[in-house]
């Protein structure tokens, strides 16, 4: 009995090491300088809702809908998006109570193919795009985000009134590993050559946040990896 034991107990251990080695090898790759400056917080959920209620470390959305919601902040970004198929909107909040709302827009046009908030980036006809628009309450910068997908390739940016991130996709794993099956796992975000932020959708949700970025950029860094997690997972209300 007690060798039955010794090895139903070697068995259960050697299952969790090997359970701890596959989700060790789910982890989107990183800079190194910014896996110095935060670690990879896992994004869970509440509730069987259209949009889940993801929520990780102090952040938490705790409203969604179809449409948008109105705010008090304007950007140039604002009323250039036309021929969108769906529209969806979220508030989110850290553990302060500050709050975070997001407008987002699916596979809509802007009324330019090129328009002044991110002149790199052309949305088309037939392409996929995702445009958001991100206020808080901590102040009255607006955040926007445009990305598009055509014939597979990425172009996107998070641009304020003052600064512009780039978003890089990323496909490898910290194992070195390319994952298989998908065009890529998550995104790196980028202030100048520096990586400040990183999203992972697939196959786990992972976010990293840098520790030097202030409170209200760590706020609406959040709100815009939560936006992303939403568009990758197809996860949209209904209009």
Known sequence: MRTF??????????????LSAVN???IMEIDPSLSAKAQPQQV???GMKAVPYYYFDE????????????TNSRSNIQGTISSSSQQLAFTMINGVGDTAIVNMSKDGLVQSSQNSWFPNITMSQGSQNVTALITSSADT?????AASV??????????????????VPVK????GRVAPFTLWVGFAIYRGDVEIGAVQATPKRNIWISSDLPAD???????????MIIEEQNEWLVN
Request: with cysteine; proline share 0%.
């Open 5 to 18: 034991l010794t090895k139903i107990a070697a068995a259960a251990i050697t299952s969790i090491v090997s």
């Open 59 to 70: 952040y938490k959305i705790v409203y969604a809908k179809a449409g948008w919601l109105t």
């Open 44 to 46: 869970k959920y509440k």
């Open 150 to 167: 055509a014939n597979g390739v990425f172009t996107g940016a998070i641009k304020t009134d003052t600064e512009e991130y780039k978003l």
């Open 217 to 227: 950029q760590k706020l609406k860094m959040a709100a815009f990896c939560l936006a």
């Open 141 to 145: 910068l607006t955040w926007g985000l």
């Open 24 to 26: 060790a090898q789910m």
């Open 172 to 175: 490898r794993m910290d194992n």
